[in-house]
């Protein structure tokens, strides 16, 4: 068998043409959306994150303010701009690109952040809907992987789904997305046993390790369903996932690609819950 592929190039810009038609309506109503993102220093990978964060934004009309910061801002700097922003009636959400340079302990900026403009679904509040089942913001990855599990066509209920990857910023959430939808979830981590017995009993399988090719085609159960959110740059410079892709696409069912898998589902998956925050101006009440 070789699996269906899941475009989420293709299906990021379907779901970014729905965005278009509420942008539009929001800005009829004298609501244009805005966005704030803050990057503190020079990781080059964060740089091109953010750079297609914010054209992404615009793209789709959504106000898109970046605040680059030098590698040597204090946290109380971005703390401060945290205040800023978080009183600024411009800027429905916004993030602080992670990770941020040493100095700068990422829990007390996420913490400093208002949940209402927390587009990142990052803070404690936030994370807590998530965990009650009553979701407001969710993390963007997390997001744009549910978005593509149900592309895939499976019935989450009463499937096993297994998360390899324990990160606040996407096993967690993952797995309490996965839980909320009645999957049997297991939360692999780099201490698991046996971990490509663990792999193998799932029929879905969210790959969030951030090492390259990590998880073994030959581990995946026939016909499941794999999400590989790693993005990881070989030694010959080629941009792998953390799935081996090669021998997984003959026995899964529905596989994405890296890259052209989950990477377009985060940012469109961020612009989304923009929306959100931009909907919820227009309409206090609603
Ligand atoms: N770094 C990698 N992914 C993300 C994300 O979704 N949000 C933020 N703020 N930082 C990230």
Redesign the pocket.
């Known amino acids: 068998m070789t699996a269906k592929i899941l475009d989420g190039k293709a299906l990021a810009a379907a779901i970014r043409n729905e965005l278009a038609g509420e942008v539009e309506s929001l800005v009829g109503k004298g609501v244009t959306p805005g966005l704030a ?1 803050v990057l503190v220093g020079d990781d080059p ?2 740089a091109i ?1 953010v750079r297609n964060k914010g054209r992404a934004a615009e793209k789709l009309g959504v106000t898109a303010e970046i605040h680059r910061l030098p590698g040597d801002t204090t946290q109380s700097e971005v703390l401060a701009l945290v205040d800023r922003l978080n009183r600024d009636s411009a800027v429905d959400g916004f ?5 941020l340079p040493e100095q700068i302990d990422p829990i007390v900026v996420q913490d400093a952040i208002s949940p209402a403009k927390d587009v ?1 679904g ?1 803070t404690p509040e936030n994370i807590g809907l998530l965990a009650q089942g009553r979701p407001r913001f969710v ?3 997390p997001l744009g992987c549910m978005r593509l599990v149900a592309e895939s066509g499976v019935e989450l209920a009463g499937k096993n789904a297994v998360v390899v990857g324990r990160s606040n ?2 096993g967690k959430p993952m797995a309490m997305l996965l839980t909320n939808a009645h999957a049997t979830v297991t939360v692999c981590h780099s201490r698991t046993q046996n971990l490509g017995g663990v792999v193998g009993s799932a029929d879905v399988v969210i790959a969030a390790v951030g090492r390259a090719e990590m998880i073994r085609g030959e581990w995946i159960k026939p016909g499941a369903v794999v999400i590989d959110v790693g993005i990881n740059r070989t030694a010959e410079g080629k941009l792998v996932g953390d799935v081996e892709f090669a021998a997984a696409v003959e026995r899964a069912g529905a596989i994405t690609p890296v890259p052209g898998g989950v990477g377009p589902m ?1 940012i469109v998956s ?1 612009l989304a819950n923009t929306v959100v925050a931009a909907q919820l101006r227009a309409k206090p009440s609603g």
Not at 95 to 99: F, G, R
Request: charged share 5%.
């Open positions: 993102v990978a964060s994150y993030i602080v690109q992670v990770p990142d990052f993390a963007a990855t910023i996407v985060t961020l």
